[in-house]
């Protein structure tokens, strides 16, 4: 697996910060409202679960050594407060970079477009690496989300998992 190690990216409104135990205390109050939860599953995350992931995902890569886990938080500029993060787990398949992605905005910033700025640059900075497909698992009717995937010219597939079709956008 080619090692690749999330930089800091800058857009108009947002900076993606690779993430850092500093961030589990407002990145926990970003993903606090169990709303969130209604489509991806799970629950809001403590701070000390949010610092003991974040320590394992600053190496970026699986234990195994077999793919990339790259992380963003997102920083609003105007205010600097966390809004939310981008992924992306980087495999190597038959000689082509692949990589899932996946955003996910707190309710407080939803409605103001970042997770569609925030992917759309996390989506150029690992296309400017050489990954040449993306892929995105989201829920059938998660409006958001889909929306997020159209502005991004990706396609949905028939390919499904956990009640979740995959759309795709190759850039090679």
Do not use: C
């Not at 993903?31 to 629950?43: C, K, M, N, T, V």
């Not at 793919?67 to 787990?89: K, P, S």
């Not at 900075?125 to 010219?153: C, D, N, T, Y």
Request: charged share 25%; net charge negative; aromatic share 6%.
């Amino acid at each position: 697996m080619h090692h690749l190690s999330p930089g800091r990216i800058h857009t108009s409104r947002l900076t993606l910060e690779p993430v850092s135990p500093e961030h589990a205390t407002g990145m926990a109050s970003a993903l606090s409202d169990p709303e969130l939860y209604a489509f991806i599953g799970g629950e809001p995350p403590s701070r000390d679960d949010l610092e003991d992931r974040y320590r394992r995902l600053e190496s970026a890569l699986s234990p195994d050594r077999t793919e990339g886990w790259l992380n963003w938080a997102i920083r609003a500029t105007d205010d600097g407060q966390l809004a939310g993060y981008v992924q992306a787990t980087v495999r190597e398949r038959s000689g082509v970079l692949e990589a899932d992605v996946a955003w996910v905005i707190g309710k407080d910033w939803q409605g103001r477009r970042y997770a569609t700025e925030a992917a759309d640059a996390m989506a150029a900075w690992l296309q400017a690496r050489g990954v040449g497909r993306l892929s995105a698992w989201i829920r059938p009717g998660h409006a958001a989300s889909e929306a997020v995937a159209r502005r991004l010219h990706m396609i949905p597939t028939s390919e499904m998992a956990d009640g979740e079709m995959r759309w795709v956008l190759d850039s090679g």
